[in-house]
């Protein structure tokens, strides 16, 4: 096996498509060298020897001793110069870099090479004394601290005694005498600290940063950044021993970071960075100003305009943005890395746009480079990138379930009423709970943020905040929340009623106070962008949107009818008269209390006018396009007061002794409420619920017609499991619709179909198909019972499941991410058999998955007609199911290559 890749003087032994094997620094330098760029020369060991060395104790594959020794002598034949040498001495670098770039994470050790002869030399040669023994003294520390690990707190305590010492206070102000005297300092104290001598031979120099390098994969804060950015399945890191070249050897000299694109716009426009006379990590430090690349361009005009071309060769060759690093010595050019350039979401969508259009890539592969994050990040605010990490991390309370994206900044309080109240003071506030409720909707509306202790993606707080888009954390179980007095606490830190604090929905995590915020613009090429993934995916995409004020901002977005209206949520809040909120939960809660069917009757008077004009105000909104309006399904103990003044208040509004109520409420209590009397089965006992809502259904849609508008609703009846339970809700169904349509003499369509959330009735599909005229698959409770997850307890224990560092059963969550090789069989299944009764049955996607990139993957591969989306999630869900197609033909083309060659 080849574990070490020489490039120099023109040739390469690897080259940019091995990234897995060398890095992308490695890939990049041995890619650069081929394509005739300026690239000091030098070699690349493996990621996977790293891979075997951290697998073998530490210990080198037998080979590669003898494979270093033959590529330094290369090396040093490239270079004409000699490792230590005496006279004219070989300095390397030794850099780590893995297949994703993990910016600062691991080491890199500079002028290696370097002892007490070679430094003499580099002095003579050079004719400068100072950087000769600056660049020892450079050496020294890095290899103090990073392949032997004393601290590094203890070398800068010398470096400022020496300063200190000689009275300056910059290190450009240290003449040669001072470094001298610190390399002495530091020698001494690693002499005292490791009981050796500083190593003066430079391949001793070199395995000790070798083994350095590979073991600072495996470095806490790498490990941690692996984890954050859910970095999983790489070997470890390359290291690259690379010929050292100078940019701080004079004022001919210099070094910089440069991009080919604004990786902040995206405009094509050279962007970077130039400090003359310096190295590299003083451009990283941030210590001295860069002046900006068009200064460079008066200042070493010859060395810019080679710059510029690098620029436009690498973005031509690579086809991306590229961000790179470069050194001038003495005058000479040379390309240190390149990669591609990180940028922000808006420049993402700029760039993939841009280059679209000059012919650099294609329109497919523009939609291509779009990745669901993206999207998700240019609508949300966001923790203003500007913020220090250390920061940040100094104001870390705890960290949960990121279940919304975006960021929030508000006070914190404890119960939804209390955060009405504070809003309508003019307060910004963050509603912190151990789970939400319906009953709670009013102050979840008001609020910034969400955050909640216990539940997963798919609770009631992560389902209705990302309705509204709202940044939301669930599931964070390390919060200790105390109602009483009105305090959270967690990792020893606390926060009040009243305190400032900091959602990030994206990363899940919780600060104390207020950390700055910014909202991204929304970029003209995201329109342009979204308009070629529509004209190339074949799946309609609907939204999931319960009021008028939902469906109109999910038209925005791009939905294309609605796939899911809850009725039930129609009860939570009157979004257009707000103070009759109470009125419509308290009438809910009358229908449910009631024990007759007169008592629910009369609730249900009182709610049919409220639903008609919810509807009439979501056909308006949805002119032309198809409205799926479920019948009501609410878990019962959701929707029942449970805290004694509520029953009081719900005892006197309806005209009953608290007594009853409390019963009443003692009685409809289930031990498992989601497999309980919910549905379509509530419509089974009491049928009076379903006529009710029929009728609203039904008038809102004539009344609608009547104005003008195309109305096309489709009547849903949910958690059907068998085609009798079905056939009688459907009669009955049809019965209240006809009676209005004689009543009213105006002809409308409508289409009467279910819910497959049951596996039961994903099994018996061709059964439900004979009466059903559409299918929308509900994922969340299919997921729930098909596999046997509760939904509102499984975050609880779900991350060890999803983790793979602990038991890793599963590589997403199945709520968030559509368990394809599982519960896609029951779809399947359910496509197959329904449409083998009903062949034009039209069918769709309703759960959670609807807004998952993968999810709506799979959905375009079995054939759906439609996904449904929360509305913030309908642009995700657009560009996914381009990238379907453009995947399929893809792999449809590889495919027949590959046939073609048999
Ligand atoms: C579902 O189960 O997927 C669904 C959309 O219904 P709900 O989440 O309201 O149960
Ligand atoms: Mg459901």
Known sequence: MNYVYFFGAGKAEGDGSMKDLLGGKGAGLAEMTRIGLPVPAGFTITTECCDYYLKHDLKYPKSLRAEVEKNLARLEKATRKKLGDAKDPLLVSVRSGSARSMPGMMETILNLGLNSKSVEALARNTKNERFAWDAYRRFVQMYSSV???????????????????????????????????????????????????????????????????????????????????????????????????????????????????????????????????????????????????????????????????????????????????????????????????????????EIAVDMAKEGLISKEEAIERIKPEDIDRLFYPIVDPSTARADLAKRK??????????????????????????????????????????????????????????????????????????????????????????????????????????????????????????????????????????????????????????????????????????TEHMFFKDFEFPEKSIERQLAIQEMIIADSSIARKKALDKLLPYQRRDFIGIFKVMDGFPVTIRLIDPPLHEFVPHEPEKQRELAAKIGVDVDVIVRRVEQLHEANPMLGHRGCRLAITFPEILEMQVRAIIEAAIECKKAGIKVIPEIMIPLVMDKKELQILTDRTNQVAQEVIRETKVKLEYLVGTMIEIPRAALLADEIAEVAEFFSFGTNDLTQMGMGLSRDDAGRFLPEYVDEKKAGIFSDDPFQTLDIHGVGLLIRWGIERGRSVRPKLEIGICGEHGGDAASVKFCHEVEMDYVSASPFRVPIARLAAAQAVIEERAARKSRGKKKGKM
């Not at 495996?218 to 690379?242: D, F, P, S």
């Not at 991204?520 to 004209?535: H, K, Q, R, V, Y």
């Open 147 to 349: 392949v032997i690990g004393l601290p590094k707190e203890e070398l800068e305590e010398r470096l400022r005694k020496m300063k200190a010492g000689r009275g300056v206070k910059d290190d450009t102000q240290v003449p040669a005498e001072g470094w001298r005297e610190l390399v002495a300092a530091y020698k001494e104290y690693f002499k005292s600290k490791t009981g050796k001598a500083f190593p003066e031979d430079p391949e001793e120099q070199l395995w000790g940063a070798i083994g350095a390098v590979f073991g600072s994969w495996n470095a806490e804060k790498a490990v941690t950044y692996r984890r954050v950015e859910r970095i999983t399945g790489l070997l470890g890191t390359a290291v690259n021993v690379v010929q050292m070249v100078f940019g701080n050897t004079g004022d001919n000299s210099g070094t910089g970071v440069c991009f080919t694109r604004d990786p902040s716009t995206g405009e094509k426009i050279f962007y970077g960075d130039f400090l003359i006379n310096a190295q590299g990590e003083d451009v990283v430090a941030g210590i001295r100003t860069p002046m900006h690349l068009s200064e460079m361009a008066a200042r070493m005009p010859k060395v810019y305009k080679q710059l510029e071309k690098v620029r436009q060769l690498l973005e031509k060759h690579y086809r991306d943005m590229q961000d790179m690093e470069f050194t001038v010595e003495e005058g000479t050019l040379y390309m240190l890395q390149t990669r591609v350039g990180k940028r922000t979401p808006a420049a993402t969508f």
């Open 397 to 566: 309370v705890a960290a949960g379930i990121n279940a919304v994206p975006g960021a929030a900044v508000g006070k914190a309080v404890f119960s939804a009423e209390e955060a009405e109240a504070m809003v309508h003071r003019g307060e910004k506030v963050i509603l912190v709970r151990r789970e939400t409720s319906p009953e709670d909707v009013g102050g979840m509306f008001v609020a910034q943020g969400i955050l909640t202790a216990t539940g997963g993606k798919t609770s009631h707080a992560a389902v209705v905040a990302r309705g509204w888009g709202k940044c939301c954390i669930v599931g964070c179980e390390e919060l200790d929340i105390d109602y009483g007095m009105k305090v959270a606490h967690a990792n020893g830190k606390a926060f009040r009623q009243g305190d400032w604090i900091t959602l990030d929905g994206n990363d899940g995590v919780v600060y104390q106070g207020q950390v700055k915020l910014s909202t991204p613009e929304l970029p003209e090429a995201f329109s342009t962008l979204m308009g070629w993934a529509d004209s190339i995916r074949k799946l309609h995409v609907r939204t999931n949107a319960d009021t008028p004020h939902d469906a109109q901002k999910a038209l925005e977005m791009g939905a294309e009818g609605i796939g899911l209206v809850r």
